[in-house]
């Protein structure tokens, strides 16, 4: 079996396996800058569309780990290259917050914030973890596809671990709008889904069997990584608890208490 420092590329889930909040998890500076010193390869992902990638770079650095937003892939980016590539200057309609919003919009797509009488110009309808949802948004994706647009999302995460337990994310919006339209989510950006797999390994050049997946949640972060052929490391530092395991279907190749285990690993081979 592997060992947790035989890998090449190491691509880390951000909440509850980096941080919580505003707080590094114990271990978390020790394990980057270790990777890093070793000359492995380092690449963060998350599946929340709340803030871009200069945003996380610029929270990492803040809290200790000096971080390029070049080392950082989410969901929202993903989505904006994705519909950037498909549909170039497309008219969208998105149920997410204001950086989302931005994203698109550096990609080129017209975003509308209100289509009412407009949609059948909307091409596309996004969702996305988003804490202002409301009736109206809703409506506005359910006329918009019903009048032939296309229904995608950035995530399909249940919950976002914070500080003191869990807060709703985008498979609340993704559900209600899957309930009203009777359309399933065509196509989706973030882990564990294809696309997702696609852009780490090509941002990372390397073979997803050279390759470690850690994160918190088994399915998104381990998924994705099983499915992808990578190895995969679970913390219990997020939503997955002990008590969880042993999981009928997906099981990781190492169960840690937090990341600082491979700071620890990384240690002994010196």
């Not at 035989?6 to 880390?12: A, E, H, N, P, S």
């Not at 010193?37 to 996380?56: C, H, I, M, Q, W």
């Not at 290259?81 to 919009?105: H, M, S």
Request: hydrophobic share 40%; glycine share 8%; aromatic share 6%.
């Amino acid at each position: 079996m592997r060992r947790l420092t035989d890998y090449q590329g190491y691509i880390f889930d951000l909440d509850g396996t980096i941080y919580l909040g505003e707080r590094l998890i114990d271990g978390a500076r020790e394990t980057v800058l270790g990777l890093r010193a070793a000359g492995k390869r380092v690449v963060f992902l998350s599946n929340k569309p709340l803030e871009t990638r200069d945003d996380y770079a610029r929270k990492l650095t803040r809290l200790g780990i000096p971080t390029p937003a070049e080392e950082v892939i989410n969901s929202s980016w993903v989505m904006a290259r994705w519909l950037a590539a498909e549909a170039p200057g497309a008219t969208v309609y998105v149920i997410g917050e204001p950086p989302l919003l931005d994203e698109l919009r550096r990609a080129g797509l017209h975003v509308v914030e209100d289509p009412s009488g407009r949609y059948h110009e909307v091409r596309f309808v996004i969702a996305a973890f988003d804490r202002t949802f409301h009736y109206q948004k809703l409506n506005h994706a359910l006329q918009a596809i019903r009048r032939g647009a296309r229904f995608v999302a950035t995530n399909s995460d249940r919950t976002c671990p914070v500080e003191d337990g869990e807060i709703p994310d985008a498979a609340g919006v993704i559900g209600a709008i899957e309930g009203v339209t009777g359309r399933p989510v065509e196509l989706i950006t973030g882990k564990p889904y294809p696309i997702m797999v696609e852009t780490i390994l090509r941002h990372l050049g390397l073979p997803a069997s050279d390759c470690l997946m850690v994160g918190d949640r088994l399915e998104t972060d381990m998924l994705m990584g099983v499915r992808a052929g990578m190895g995969t490391a679970l913390v219990l530092t997020g939503v997955t608890r002990r008590e969880q395991l042993p999981h009928p279907e997906i099981r990781p190749d190492f169960v840690l208490d937090s990341v600082a285990a491979i700071a620890h690993a990384l240690a002994e081979d010196t």
